[in-house]
């Protein structure tokens, strides 16, 4: 099983089939747009801009699962990322990364990248996490902007903490498009 098994909802609420990617490098994205970390959306632009036209993409889903910061509509989400941003990679629909209504493809990426959480959580993250009363353990997503990396064959090859930025992973994008 890749990701290349999975369907999920874009922005305007029509199935989109992962196997429309085959071929590219993927990184998945859960994001908000009231976040700490929501200026990420500034880097991953930059990445998409640059590395597009070698088989980059850059697929963005909203979660509104940690602390209410994702609150508006797909449209509201698309138009403030597209004005206060200028993102132009896919936004989907908002989904669950969690719990029992969590996005089956979350459930998949979860499962594939959980020999890699223990690289790719620094300690002082977990720790404000356990503060913010967030559960910190185990393969469950931890916070908004956690990445998945792709391989060209729908493989999931990395997971990185919201706390890495798309800048600190683009040798390992790089990596992968050669």
Known sequence: MTVY????????????SLADYKGKVLLIVNTATGCGFTPQYEEL???????????????????????NQAPG?????????????????????KIEVN??????????????????IENSETSAFLEKLKKLGQNAMGTDI????????????????????PTLTPGDIEGKIVELLK
């Not at 719990?99 to 890699?116: D, R």
């Open 5 to 16: 098994d999975f369907k999920v909802k874009d922005a305007q609420n029509n199935e989109v």
């Open 45 to 67: 632009e930059r990445l998409y801009k640059k590395y597009k036209d070698q088989g980059f993409e850059i697929l963005d889903f909203p979660c509104n699962q940690f602390l």
């Open 73 to 93: 509509t797909n449209e509201e989400i698309v138009r403030f990322c597209q004005l206060k941003y200028g993102t132009t990679f896919k936004t989907f629909g």
């Open 99 to 116: 719990g029992k209504n969590e996005e089956p493809l979350y459930t998949f990426l979860k499962k594939e990248a959980a020999k890699e």
């Open 142 to 161: 931890k916070w908004n902007f956690t990445k998945f990396l792709i391989d060209r064959q729908g493989n999931v090859v990395a997971r990185f903490n």
